[in-house]
Nanobody, 124 residues
């Protein structure tokens, strides 16, 4: 399984910005979908955003244009730029690799790997 390590969380005031980063142990070009999820205290984990290896992005409705997911195929990182943060965005944010990991054009394995998460706290 691919190892994923998140970074960039922290404390930010409402209206502020943060950039989360997820470093993968293998080439993300070989992974069909990378994503960010979050889990707030007492709530279920929910989708924030995903990006495919064809750069197709998908966002949760609550993002409302405030977050941008991107990938750096050279550095093997996936980032989540967040702006106009609200207290409701407080959660542990998790990086996910999902779908298929291709080792050649004819050989792939299913994948569903998670990082350990990074805490984002939005508070004044």
């Amino acid at each position: 399984q691919v190892q994923l390590v998140e970074s960039g969380g922290g404390l930010v005031q409402p209206g502020g910005s943060l950039r989360l980063s997820c470093a993968a142990s293998e080439s993300i070009l070989s992974i069909s979908t990378m994503g960010w999820y979050r889990q707030a205290p007492g709530k279920q984990r929910e989708l924030v955003a995903t990006i495919t290896n064809g750069d197709i992005t998908n966002y949760a409705d609550f993002v409302e244009g405030r977050f941008t997911i991107s990938r750096d195929n050279v550095k093997n990182t996936v980032s989540l730029q967040m702006k106009n943060l609200e207290p409701e965005d407080t959660a542990v944010y998790y990086c996910n690799a999902h779908g298929r990991i291709y080792y050649s054009s004819a050989y792939w394995l299913p994948i569903d790997s998670w990082g350990k998460g990074t805490l984002v706290t939005v508070s004044s």
